[in-house]
């Protein structure tokens, strides 16, 4: 069965300090899609990023930056030098595909507070 | 920039009665989804429609709930009757991935209704 796992419950930190949050996932799938999203007081979820199961590159974007290891079923993600604005709910998802559906699977999500 | 609509953005019931969502999908989107998540949860799916179709609607609780999409354009997703669980955000996604082809397709979310059931 599909899961996805985020230990990380709340994670605070002090303005300008690097965060990594982590996602451990389950499937038994060869073909899967990870993402992210950011769900900010608001409680829209946003888009961060996309992943397949074939591409093992670490991604960066600006601040962000990405790390998929498919030896131990982890896509981490980091954040270098926060910012306050930063301070959000942060999913780690799972499509596995092709299927007839393409539902996402979420984690139970990681809290993170930057402090000024 | 496009978006995904939904109202009411909070809605607050009696136990019994009956509530109605409405979400607009990003336009051209064939795929829409309809997410419950519980507070300190992440969201799950309850129906995904591909245009009017559904195609996966295993956890949607069918004995109180019901969504429709009948045009393949905007759906609405209705409780009757709401009960005390059922408090949470409902959120809508839309994405471009064609379910035959196969997913992983970004979705794309609106601001959710928080309903609370008293």
């Known amino acids: 069965a599909q899961k996805v796992t985020q230990a990380q419950t709340e994670i605070s930190v002090v303005e300008k300090e690097d965060v990594t949050l982590d996602c451990v996932y389950e499937?038994?799938?060869?073909?899967?899609?990870l993402f992210w999203y950011k769900q900010p007081p608001s409680g829209e979820l946003v888009f961060l990023i996309r992943r397949n199961s074939f591409d093992e590159q670490n991604e960066i974007s600006g601040r962000y930056s990405w790390n998929f290891q498919k030896s131990t079923s982890s896509f981490n993600f980091t954040i270098t030098a926060s910012q306050v604005v930063d301070s959000a709910v942060y999913f780690c998802a799972l499509s596995e595909a092709p299927r007839v559906t393409d539902k996402l699977i979420f984690g139970t999500g990681t809290r993170l507070q930057v402090f000024p | 920039e496009a978006e995904v609509a939904q109202s009411p953005r909070y809605k607050i019931t009696e136990k019994s009665q009956a509530v109605a969502f409405w979400c607009d999908p990003i336009?051209?989107?064939?795929?829409l989804y309809w997410y419950r998540q519980i507070l300190g949860q992440g969201p799950e799916l309850l129906v995904q429609f591909q245009d009017e179709s559904v195609v996966d609607d295993s956890q949607l609780p069918k004995d109180r709930f019901s969504a429709e999409r009948l045009k393949g354009v905007d759906s609405t997703l209705k409780i009757q009757p709401a009960e005390l669980g059922d408090s949470a955000m409902y959120l809508c996604?839309?994405?471009?991935?064609?379910?035959?082809?196969?997913?992983?397709?970004?979705?794309?979310f609106g601001p959710g209704t928080r309903l609370t059931v008293l």
């Open positions: 499937t038994r799938d060869t073909t899967y899609y």
């Open positions: 996604a839309s994405s471009l991935a064609v379910v035959v082809a196969g997913g992983g397709g970004e979705q794309f």
């Open positions: 336009s051209g989107h064939a795929t």
